[in-house]
């Protein structure tokens, strides 16, 4: 398998805490299946999910570097989405939704964070559900 984890890696000891079993089980599972983490990471960045993203990212070789990329673009999209969901909502139902746009800016200052090697809290990647 080509890809293959760093544990001892800096990206690793600073997000590693944050993943959540479920995710990292997921993604152990993908990979014995002959899933390419780096891929799957990348995908699910795309679709603004960074618990996946991030369960990924620590089962793949990439540098930390670019997995600090990939994560705060996971974040990113989360942000976009959710900003896309407040001004839908605030169309339908003719009242704004501040902790959307609140949820959105805290994915945006967490990817900033991120891209600055700076270590993050569960507060500031935390989901607003969205109906």
Known sequence: MADQPDETSDFGRQYGP???????A???????QGDEPSAQARMYA?????EHTLAFLLECALPDDEKRVILAAAYLKRAEHTEERAR?????FHRPFPLLYKGAAL???TAR???????????????????
């Open 46 to 50: 795309d679709m603004g999910k960074p």
């Open 18 to 24: 944050l993943a959540k079993d479920v995710f990292r």
């Open 107 to 109: 994915d945006r200052a």
């Open 88 to 92: 839908e909502f605030d169309r339908k």
């Open 113 to 131: 964070r991120i891209q600055a090697n700076q270590t993050i809290t569960p507060e500031h990647g935390k989901d607003i559900p969205i109906l």
């Open 26 to 32: 997921i993604a152990r599972e993908a990979a014995t």
